[in-house]
């Protein structure tokens, strides 16, 4: 789970309506403003200019436009689109890549055979002291 994550905890009636207001206000404040005010400033364009008049839908559309445009142009560090072919592995990774997978593969069949036998006994690890002990009797 994510470090910091806020929860926001709707309950009842009045939760809701003002999750309804805020969302409201919010698609208002950002949606539906800016795409009449580009409307109305694409018809008084026009007044000056042989253009046509827009109505509030081409209004949302050029504001859109106008949005998404300014958020890729914004960061110029990081571009949020890019085009560019795939590198290429060189010989050498390509290599260390095909041996890696040799021996995956090789690891995931050595263990389905010993999974498949079933009689295998898993290794109990014995302490040091133990061991120690019973070298030093064998020694002896």
């Not at 590198?87 to 389905?112: I, P």
């Not at 079933?118 to 014995?126: A, C, F, M, Q, S």
């Amino acid at each position: 789970m994510r470090k910091n994550t806020k929860i926001i905890q709707i309950s009842g009636l009045r939760g809701i309506l003002m999750l309804i207001f805020v969302a409201t206000c919010l698609a208002a404040g950002f949606i539906a403003f800016p795409a009449i005010m580009a409307m109305y400033a694409w018809n008084y364009a026009g007044n000056f200019v042989a253009i046509p008049v827009i109505n509030i839908y081409q209004g949302l559309m050029l504001w859109a436009i106008i949005a998404i445009s300014g958020f890729i142009i914004n960061d110029r560090k990081k571009f949020l689109i890019a085009f560019k072919a795939p590198g290429q592995l060189s010989d050498e990774e390509m290599k260390k890549l095909l041996d890696r997978v040799k021996v995956q593969t090789q690891a995931q069949t050595l263990n389905s055979m010993v999974l498949k036998a079933g009689d295998v006994k898993p290794v109990e690890k014995k302490e040091k002291t133990e061991e120690i002990s019973e070298n030093k009797k064998e020694n002896v």
